[in-house]
């Protein structure tokens, strides 16, 4: 791409990709902008009059709202505090030399190929159901009451699942930070006097800090729009006790078929997300620089 | 102090015995070095003396403390890894700091030990500098200079110049010798040039396949190498080997001969060959020499302008004072 010839053939090159991506982002994304300052419910046909901003003061002033906000955040950061600490652990047991590596690491990765709506069920019902669920079973075999996960503890049970389901890929990752940690750097601190508190302090975590800040990145992006689990799982409820944003815009669009007040939900958490991303970006930045 | 004493110290991975039983006195401010081809053991024999390998059998000494359970942090020795091994993600400060931050020293005798082996060492202007931006000789100072701060008992090298370029491993060599002279503090070297072992070593232990051939001070090496291999190993270009007629009518199975210690003549000599490569270095020329039936070249100093040219007739004399001489085993005869 040297020459100004080259240049402007590769701007006509692309040109029809960029095109294509565009009208793909622009479109939906114009729509949803024109629905959402319409009074536009499926349930009364006629006219979609303009209403301006009412969607949107109508679902930001929604109880239901807030609890949709501290859930997500809930959600992203439990999920996140739990696969980068689990995944940080597993990435150093599991580069230990030891017998059966390639087995244990690839079963250590199988969750991760399982689909959301099939991992969500298989919890729900073999392990965390009350009646048949293996916990249920394990807690009357020592004589306990059964847990009632997703009556009693509906959002934690969801982080749980989500966090099982990209636990593997935590690990993944962080594990592939570890094997490009020279072993001569772990040898040199052991004989500077480090024990393994501090060569783990010192070495393997700035060692791994973009593989971690990469994990985060990536991870928000898609816990940020969690939602067959919780379909699947608990429908949001009870109440609100575990809907999040995107399950709220689906709530509202398609449950009670206002397209409207979903459209003005789905702009809030496109808005919301970006704040999220520059945040993440500045933070990615700083650290991938050094 | 730093006395090193290995009692037959042995190491085998799985089945392989990479280290046979072996002795060695290291004394205390002794420059030594271990040299020996790729893969004979060098870097495993350090690694044991440092602790970062355990033996398989063998006492390992320090100042006439058995060390052999010791943990590497507490042996009191410190190592110059080959690919430098500093922390990345720390300045040059931090670096050096780092084995006194780990044994709890106060931050202004931290401060002093830094600044001095800076200014030692010319890193006073880098110290705020990450080791991704430095050069490679300045990486190899730093990870001098991180030893240095521990003063310790001995300083354990492996093959600290491999990295660097001809004209910086030079520098660099004189550097630690230098260093040497002025700690007075012993040190081990691993390397697999015969150069280096040369020009910087006290003694010199020749190893090959986890054996040793030889312990000796350079000079002691090159006048009277133990057997074939050393003979071959020390000096360069090689000492000429040869078999057959010319070492039977000295009694020996092989006798050799350095190239610096073969006359060249134009018109008179014992050996008749033709001239083949010549090497130019300026200051000696080095011609390889075919002579009449015989496969391998002999290799032949002479003065650096001396004008010969390939094809050209030539005569050898060698000095019968300085051949060597070895039996059907490979070892010297007297
Ligand atoms: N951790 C190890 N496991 C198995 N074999 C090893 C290990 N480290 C070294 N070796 C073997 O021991 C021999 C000597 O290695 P080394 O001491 O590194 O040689 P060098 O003299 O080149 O430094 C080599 O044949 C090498 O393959
Ligand atoms: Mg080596």
Redesign the pocket.
Known sequence: MATKASRSAARVMIAPSVLLLLGWMVIPLALTLYFSVLRYNLLMPGANPFIGVENYTYFLTDPAFTDAIINTLLLVGGVLTITVLGGIGLAILLDQPMWGQGIVRILVIAPFFVMPTVSALVWKNMFMNPVNGLFAHLASALGMQPFDFFAIAPLASIIGIVSWQWLPFATLILLTAMQSLDSEQLEAAEMDGAGPLARFRYIMLPHMARAITVVILIQTIFLLSIFAEILVTTNGGPGTASTNLTFLVYAESLLRFDVGTGSAGGVVAIILANIVAIFLMRMIGKNLDT | MGRITLHGVTKN??D?E?IRPLDLEIEDGEFVVFV?P????????LRLIAGLEDVTAGRIEIDGVDATGVPPAKRGLAMVFQSYALYPHMSVRKNIAFPMRMAGLDKAEQNRRIESAAAALNLTDYLDRRPGQLSGGQRQRVAIGRAIVREPAAFLFDEPLSNLDAALRVGMRMEISELHTRLKTTMVY?T?DQVEAMTMADKIVV?QHGVIEQVGSPLDLYREPRNLFVAGFIGSPKMNLMTGEEAERRQAATMGIRPEHITASPTEGLWQGTVGVSEHLGSDTFFHVHLDGRADPVTVRAGGEVSLHHGDMIYLTPDESRIHRFDAQGMRLA
Not at chain 2, 38 to 45: E, Q, W, Y
């Open positions: 991975f799985g392989t990479v020996g790729s893969g004979c053991g060098k870097s495993t024999l691993v697999h190893l």
